[in-house]
């Protein structure tokens, strides 16, 4: 199949910006609980909607009152956190425009946003942010503002505002329509400077709205029980700005959490107990192998390998019905999947807060088998597929049938198509209007209406999407084998000891492998061999880490041709990291610059 469409739902006509929804949330249902805020003892405390609207109000006057103005470019460097979230409605408030910055972004990758997206106030979290942006202030002339979140920056707008009557905010708010421009989002940059996404208030609704009436299950749940997320995905990406304008559209209580590690995010996930996650698989990938780790300390690991293969056969079973392939689970697998629903899924839902029931990937590519296991657990993850220039997902699985290993079917409203080279093309209101200041840029992905994505993938007759890789991270060999790295990436990574792994092997004679390995994984594997502890340099010469790692690539060879393959590896002593350069904030990797970091690596794989 080539090309495949979903129509639209059947919703009123989009008006005025994303922002109306605090306010009108607050007149109708002002006691309804909008948010969740961690206080200094690390309780959550519950922010109302007409608290919220109230707090956005006042914020956006203090925003009038330093002089920002309809159609300003605020830029917000932060990580995820609840003051991200009133900011952004107090900007689009006004009707300015948001340009969020990854706080690990660099000097000279901050400096080229806040030129190019022209800001006139930019706002930090903390003093280090504050000294990044303050060393290249000399070469911004027209950023006239520094605000820093941590020297009390909120209580200071607001004292400032308090004089601005309400209806000055308001003729502002009035102004701002569909299409206005909300936000400017830059591109995490694998290769090459980051764009600007011109992303205005009708896509950011559009995709929040769609997704709410489309994946009720999620957004809505049983009377007794509010549903809830808490969103830990970073707000200067697309994903995480999806979420948060999601939630405030449709009414879902959420808290944020600023770290993905899993000392952090797992408490919080059982403290805030929310009743569906958004997440990228790095998240599931965690959580799982957390549980296998823990199974295994307790002497468990043979029930909960067991339990793993029922949940996965049971859930393909259900596939299979839902497709008309199958009668469904067996009677038999229905008792030991019941069994095991006691014994551990239980166990495990209970490490992200014991509520949650639903769930959605994206970002990159979730392992079908993965995906089976949460689905037998009692926790569907339905995964999707998206870039910042279609304001995050185009298509999703959908909740009644979803096809595991798919990146799903085009959200409503979506037509997607498959050109003769096998990219991906996305049309749809959700699709940007191009890159800000960048028309040459904005040509080579937008063909009269249609997002060239620079993915390549398949449809099958159903209209479920496959990625099957980037045109450009394509490996062609001096054989002239062309080979699409991320299948068997992923398959590698599947292993519970391998962290990352890059495939290589442009213009050379067979494709080859560098991996890295998680060292929490690391460290548990020989704990239960009663092996002392290796550092890293250790790790990496080690025969036995050596023939497990075997063990994966062998697995993901099982896969592709003999000719495909990889041939050879290399385990690394150190993960690749964002620090170095070598990962996008969104966890991607730099495949150009992982190269080059280690050429001395790459050259000693054909030797």
């Not at 006057?61 to 002089?67: A, E, P, V």
């Not at 979230?85 to 900007?91: G, K, N, P, R």
């Not at 400017?184 to 940059?189: A, C, K, L, N």
């Amino acid at each position: 199949m080539r090309e495949f469409t979903v129509p639209p739902l059947d919703t009123s006509p989009l008006v005025g910006g994303v922002a109306d929804a605090v306010f009108d949330r607050a007149r109708d249902d002002p006691g309804h609980i909008a948010l969740g805020r961690k206080d200094a003892d690390g309780i959550w405390r519950d922010i109302s909607s007409g608290q919220f609207r109230d707090e956005v109000l006042s914020l956006a006057k203090g925003l009038i009152s330093q002089g920002v103005r309809f159609g300003d470019r605020v830029a917000l460097m932060s990580r995820t956190r609840y003051e991200w979230t009133l900011f952004d409605f107090a900007i689009w408030t006004v009707g300015a425009q948001s340009v969020p910055i990854y706080p690990t972004s660099s000097t000279e990758q901050v400096l080229w946003i806040l030129h190019h997206a022209e800001v006139s106030a930019c706002l930090v979290e903390h003093e280090d942010h504050a000294m990044t942006v303050g060393s290249v202030i000399g070469r911004l002339p027209l950023l006239k503002r520094l605000w820093q979140l941590d020297a009390g920056v909120v209580g200071r707008l607001v004292a400032a505002g308090a004089h601005i009557d309400d209806e000055v905010v308001h003729r502002h708010r009035r102004a701002v329509t569909p299409d206005s421009t909300a936000t400017v989002i830059y591109t995490s940059g694998t290769t090459g400077r980051p764009r600007g996404c011109v992303i205005s208030h009708a896509n950011l609704m559009f995709e929040a709205d769609t997704l709410a009436a489309r994946w009720a299950p999620l957004f809505r749940t049983r009377p007794s029980s509010s549903p809830a997320t808490l969103l830990f995905l970073p707000l200067a990406h697309v994903f995480g700005r999806m979420v948060e304008v999601a939630a405030i559209r449709s009414g879902v209580r959420f808290g944020h959490q600023p770290s993905l590690r899993e000392a952090e995010l797992l408490p919080d996930l059982r403290t805030f107990r929310p009743t569906f996650l958004l997440a990228v698989p790095y998240v599931f990938e965690k959580i799982f192998h957390t549980a296998r780790r823990r199974a295994e300390a307790e002497g468990r690991i043979g029930p909960f390998d067991r339990a793993v293969e029922v949940a996965v056969r049971y859930a393909e079973a259900v596939e299979h019905r839902a497709f008309g392939l199958g009668p469904g689970p067996s009677a038999s697998l229905r008792m030991q999947h019941q069994f095991f629903d006691k014994a551990v899924y239980t166990k495990l839902r209970e490490m992200m807060g014991g509520r949650v029931r639903h769930a959605m990937s994206g970002g990159s590519g979730m392992e079908r088998r993965l995906g089976l296991f949460f689905a037998g657990a009692g926790v569907p993850v339905y995964e999707g597929y998206g870039l910042t220039e279609s304001t995050a997902a185009a298509t999703v699985n959908p909740p009644e049938r979803p096809r595991y290993g798919t990146v799903g079917q085009p959200v409503p409203g979506t037509t997607v198509h498959i050109a003769k080279d096998g990219e991906v093309w996305l049309h749809g209101p959700h699709v940007f209007a191009g890159y800000l200041n960048d028309r040459k840029g904005t040509d080579s992905v937008l063909r009269e209406g249609w997002l060239a994505t620079g993915d390549l993938g398949s449809l099958d007759d159903d209209g479920y999407l496959t990625i099957t890789g980037r045109k450009k991270e394509v490996l062609v060999t001096s054989s002239g084998k062309s080979v699409s790295p991320v299948v068997l990436e992923e398959r590698v990574r599947a292993h519970p000891l391998v962290s990352q792994c890059l495939l290589v092997g442009n213009d050379r004679p067979y494709i080859a492998a560098l991996v890295t390995l998680d060292q929490e994984a690391v460290e548990h594997w020989l704990r239960m061999r009663r092996r002392s502890p290796l550092g890293p340099a250790e790790s990496v010469r080690d025969p036995e880490l050596e023939t497990e790692i075997r063990r994966a690539v062998v697995a993901a060879n099982s896969l592709v041709s003999q000719a495909e393959a990889i041939r050879t590896f290399r385990i690394l002593a150190q993960p690749f990291s964002e620090e170095q350069g070598l990962l996008t904030p969104s966890l991607k990797l730099k495949r150009r610059a992982i190269e080059e970091a280690y050429t001395a690596e790459v050259a000693a794989l054909y030797r």
